[in-house]
């Protein structure tokens, strides 16, 4: 599964005799989606209402994003190239992803009714990936920059921000909240790919706030929701598995105490983040443990 909405309902793929579908999963059951003529599907995303985004091949085999409206599948085009994917939708049917252009090179998309397709920039580089977009059109993924890396970023009024590393050489953007939250991956300066979430301008190594890791270590968080939820990989004891982390706010006792403390500041058995304001964010638990 790729993608769940607030209702439960989820997305993801089947795979089959005949070809992958993208596939719903309700409390009513499992749906096979329509293709684009093709003989695959593949579902990426699901806002509120339902509508899932992804891609799928048209009837000359080429790989397109869709969006479906109803139970009709829309063909957004590509970028000039012949290969383009849907990652992400937001509750106002804008859409983001990558596609192809004439060069071969990807780029970063955004789409909506009004605009269709219109390319994203670069940080610098010949690529760029868009993987997830907010409420308020605040778009989130990773691109090329001059000396060839990728970079997560940040794209909203205009404007691509990078993000930055956690002292290594790349970096990728997988989710953002409505509050502008963004989470992903990126190497620290030992070439470890460490968890992140990014806040006001600075980017933190998930592993260091959360409560007695306990024989973890996050690898890459793939998901924010505005509760404040962080969902990802990572290993347990040396095996892979799904983590989710669930944030817990206190008050502080003075504005002042806040803005003084924007840096993780260990304790004997924890680290906690300050992030300024009147709360506390403190990531404490793992609550999905791999099976013995």
Do not use: C
């Not at 190497?187 to 959360?210: E, H, K, P, S, T």
């Not at 982390?245 to 058995?269: G, H, K, Q, R």
Request: proline share 3%.
């Amino acid at each position: 599964m790729n993608g769940v909405n607030v209702s439960g309902v989820a997305v993801g793929t089947t795979y089959g005799s005949s070809g992958a579908r993208a596939t719903v999963w309700s409390e009513d059951g499992e749906s096979l989606l329509p293709t684009l003529g093709g003989g695959e599907s593949y579902g990426m995303a699901i806002n509120s209402a339902g509508n899932v985004a992804g891609n799928s091949t048209t009837g000359d085999g080429v790989a397109h994003a869709f969006l479906t409206m109803g139970d009709s599948m829309m063909d957004l085009g590509t970028l000039g190239g012949k290969w383009s994917s849907a990652y992400g939708v937001n509750d106002e049917l804008d859409v983001v992803g990558y596609s192809m252009i004439s060069s071969g090179a990807f780029r970063a998309f955004y789409w909506s009714s009004e605009t269709g397709m219109i390319a994203l920039p670069t940080l610098g580089g010949a690529n760029s990936y868009a993987f997830s977009i907010n409420k308020q059109g605040s778009i989130v993924g990773a691109a090329n920059t001059r000396a060839g890396n990728n970079q997560a970023f940040l794209y909203q009024n205009g404007a691509m921000e990078a993000l930055g590393t956690l002292g290594g050489n790349s970096s990728s953007a997988y989710g953002i909240n409505s509050t502008g939250d963004v989470v992903g991956f990126a190497y620290d300066a030992g070439r470890r790919q460490r968890a992140f979430v990014w806040r006001d301008g600075v980017l933190f190594d998930l592993n260091n706030l959360v409560e007695g890791l306990d024989g973890w270590t996050l690898d890459t968080a793939y998901g924010i929701n505005d509760a404040g939820q962080i969902v990802g990989s990572g290993t347990y004891n040396g095996a892979a598995s799904a983590f989710r982390l669930d944030p817990v706010f206190t008050s502080i006792a003075s504005p002042a105490a806040a803005s003084a403390a924007l840096a993780p500041v260990p304790e004997p058995s924890t680290k906690v983040l300050l992030l300024g304001g009147p709360l506390l964010l403190w990531l404490r638990r793992l609550l999905i443990k791999p099976e013995r």
